[in-house]
């Protein structure tokens, strides 16, 4: 099923699996920040958008990552 995800949702679910380990917030705040670091403008406001529109298919600590990442 992984692979009829969009690529910015995936891959924030990817990332969000390797900080699964820390509290939620603070697994958050490393998603987020790591987003900001690395990933293209474009595909960061595609998944704060995709987040924003209710989207269910986002990891707990990725939807968190994204609420930290709206402007």
């Known amino acids: ?3 009829s995800l969009p690529p910015h949702v995936r891959l924030a679910n990817e990332i969000s699996a390797q900080f699964a380990h820390r509290p939620p917030q ?3 705040t490393a998603v987020a920040n790591h987003i ?3 990933w293209d403008p474009r595909m960061k406001a595609a998944l704060v958008a995709h987040a924003a529109s209710g989207a269910t298919d986002l990891d707990p600590i990725a939807a968190l990552a994204a609420q930290q990442l709206t402007p």
Do not use: D
């Open 1 to 3: 099923m992984s692979g």
């Open 26 to 28: 603070a697994a958050a």
């Open 36 to 38: 900001k670091a690395v």
